[in-house]
Each structure stands twice: as C-alpha cells, then as structure tokens.
C-alpha cells in the first residue's frame, strides 16, 4: 500500500483500543443545511456549502474520531447520471475526498471512502443491469483510491451481487476494504441469502474489516447473542427515532445512552465503533470519553 496512506489494521494495533468511527453524516447535513431532497443526497453540499461538510468533518474529528467518512454515499456512477450536476464524475469524488483531506489537515486521521449501495439502500431488488452494477462499483472505488481515501468503506451493503463484486475486485487490486453490512431481522440479506454465508464469501477476500451498520441496537443484539463475530469487526447502529428507512432522521439515542447499548460488544474487541444515521459528533464524544476511562491503563 501506499507509504502516504494510514493503514486501519496497523492504526488500530498502534492505539490498543477500537478505532472511533464518526457518526452520521448525510442525516446531520440535512437538518444543517436543509438541502432540496434529490437523487444526490447530501453529497451536493459538496458542491453547493463544502465549508459546511468540512465543518462537520471537523467537528467529528475535534469530538474524538479516528475515522471519518468521506460525503461520497451518493456520488456513485449510478447515481451520477441520474443528476444534472454540471461537473464530471470524477471531479465530483475527488472534490468530496478533497473536503474530509482538509478537514484532517496534519492530523493522523484515516479518511474512509464511502462506497454505498448503486441503488436505494433498503430497496429489495436492483433494477440495473449485471454490466452496469459491475461498473458502477468498480468505477466508484477506482475515484476514491485514486483521490487518495485510505480504506473503501462499503456501507449498507446487503445484496449479494454487490458484496461479492466489490469483494473481489478490492481483493485482486490490493485495495485495503471493509464490508458493512446490513441484514434483515431473519439475519438474510436484503437479496435474499443469509447473513453467515455472505461472512464467508467476504472473509475470503481478506478485507480489512467486516462491519454492520444502520442495523437498529435490538437487532444487532439479536445477531451477536447466536452467532460468532468476525476476527476484525466493527458497528456503527442506527441512532434514530424511527424506522431504519425513515427519510426524516431525527435522534432517537441519546449519547449516553449509545455508550451503553456499546459497551457489552467491546468484550469482543471490535476493530472499529461508531454510530449511524440519527447520530452526531456528541455520540463520537461520548464514545470518546468512556474509552479514555476503559483504556486508560
């Protein structure tokens, strides 16, 4: 890999404690920004107010973030041709990582590519094509790597197509990688196959990381009380009020209270915690400050 980027496996050892992941981004921007709800998301704040995504990176990191995500969750080839944004694909991604390398400035701060779904997180069936899936993926990882991200973040990932072509791809390229997935309450994909056979598909890519995010507290709980958790494992759960596929996120666990659905996972010495959709950087703090206390010695 790269001498300039940060390696997450090498980071984690060097801090003997679970990496700090941010918290939400696109939900927080839009209560923030109050942004034209479009196909892009909260990735046009890229382009229309960037000081105010850099301002979040920030935020997040000054809260106690080791990681924290690039705006790029709806910046993909899929999506992008969809938009009217008048600058290419390529500019576009670069200029979302540019923001969160800012934000970092010198600081030793791993900055994650997000990678989302092509199409709608939570919708069951992809309507694009085998071919178009393919390039929307590996397209999409190409622009973070070369923009200089130090891990592709694959996040809400729950088809199984999907995983396996950015598994492999990431695998044969020596992109470092970590898969987070999201499941049903019958522990299956959203397309259908079981949890525990897309773990193994995966870790036999070698990821960096395997990870379960936006999956409310009580359905992960769930998951880690009849089943083992992979070697490098991370969470980061879904904070807000409503259902988990919501449009209007509001917070619906209080920092503190986050700190305690956490704290029984970290026997099992996760590589990564940190919260997801409903969140925001006083969830990164709180987390912050019980680490300092639980890893102080």
Known sequence: MDKSRIDILKKQKSINRPLILDGANGSLLKQVTKFEENILWS???????????????????????????????????????????????????????????????????????????????????????????????????????????????????????????????????????????????ELNLLSGEPLAEALIMVEDSSPAGIGFNCIKPELFKKYSENNILPKSWGLYLNCGAGNVDDKDISCGIEPKDYVEVIRPFLKSNPLFIGSCCGSNPNHTKAIKEYFNEVYRN
């Open 43 to 185: 990735s046009i704040i890229n382009i229309t107010d960037p000081q105010k995504v850099i301002a979040l990176h920030k935020e997040y990191i000054d809260s106690g973030a080791d990681i924290i995500t690039t705006n790029t969750f709806r910046t993909n080839p899929t999506v992008y041709k969809q938009s009217n944004i008048n600058i290419s694909n390529e500019e576009f991604v670069l200029r979302s990582v540019q923001l969160a390398k800012e934000a970092r400035n010198e600081k030793e701060i791993i900055i994650a590519g997000s990678n989302a779904p092509a199409e709608d997180c939570y919708q069951i069936e992809r309507t694009i094509t085998k071919y178009d899936l393919e390039y929307n993926h590996k397209k999409q990882i190409e622009l973070l790597w070369e923009a200089g991200v130090d891990v592709i973040w694959n996040e809400t990932q729950s088809h199984w197509a999907e995983i396996e072509i950015i598994s492999k791809f990431c695998s044969s390229n020596s992109i470092p990688f970590v898969m987070n997935f999201f499941f049903t309450s």
